[in-house]
């Protein structure tokens, strides 16, 4: 069983960065791609970014293009998601996600575990 727990959530202003962390343990985390989503509140959580095991290749939500960057440590069992140039709308729950096989990255579906969130509130 893979146990994902994200870090680095807060509250920040309009125009500052975030560094969000996900340490994973109990499971082969060099092998599986993972993902960032994010849920605001009365909103379907949406895809944010992705990356492959080796962390060559990387997908963003073209929206987010820019200004969000995905990167792994796989000697650290950890992957990140760096923020720059936050907005209000920018708020959000933001969870990661490890998949057992490769696939359609942007698909929550593809995805089968996932950490308990942590909170980015960016206020204006």
């Known amino acids: 069983q893979v146990q994902l727990v994200e870090s680095g959530g807060g509250l920040v202003q309009t125009g500052d960065s975030l560094r969000l962390s996900c340490a994973a343990s109990?499971?082969?985390?060099?092998?599986?791609?993972m993902g960032w989503f994010r849920q605001a509140p009365g909103k379907a959580r949406e895809f944010v970014a992705a990356?492959?095991?080796?962390?060559?290749?990387?997908y963003y939500a073209d929206s987010l293009k820019g200004r969000f960057t995905i990167s792994r440590d796989n000697a650290k069992n950890t992957v990140f998601l760096q923020m720059n140039s936050l907005k209000p709308e920018d708020t959000a729950v933001y969870y990661c996600?490890?998949?057992?096989?490769?696939?359609?990255?942007?698909?929550?579906?593809?995805?089968?575990?996932w950490g308990q969130g942590t909170q980015v509130t960016v206020s204006s």
């Open positions: 109990g499971g082969a985390f060099s092998n599986y791609p």
């Open positions: 996600a490890a998949a057992l096989r490769n696939g359609r990255h942007w698909s929550r579906s593809q995805y089968d575990y």
């Open positions: 990356i492959s095991w080796s962390g060559g290749n990387t």
